[in-house]
């Protein structure tokens, strides 16, 4: 199991923080998407132990090219089990 926490500051401008908890080992990702469902971008891909983390968007897609303002989802994966969460980009 795991806990996804409210990214701090929401709304943001230039980058924001995004907690969550693993309860248990597994492969984690972390990702976030427009509000048409469209990958931006993957900030975690990997298999992390039990534990508190944190991980920061900087607001930039993929190609590291600024993401407009507006309304994103930032969404965690563990397994088969995922939760997703709005955040707010104000430019």
Do not use: C
Not at 32 to 58: D, K, P, S, T
């Amino acid at each position: 199991m795991f806990t996804l926490f409210r990214n701090f500051p929401n709304p943001f401008n230039s980058s924001t923080n995004i907690h969550y908890k693993l309860d248990r080992p597994g492969y984690v990702s972390v990702k976030i998407f427009n509000m048409q469902g469209r990958l931006i971008h993957v900030l975690i891909n990997e298999f992390q132990n039990e534990g508190n983390y944190a991980v920061r968007w900087n607001g930039r897609d993929a190609e590291n090219r600024q993401a407009a303002s507006g309304v994103y989802l930032y969404r965690l994966k563990i397994g088969r089990q995922s939760k997703s969460m709005k955040m707010l980009l104000l430019r």
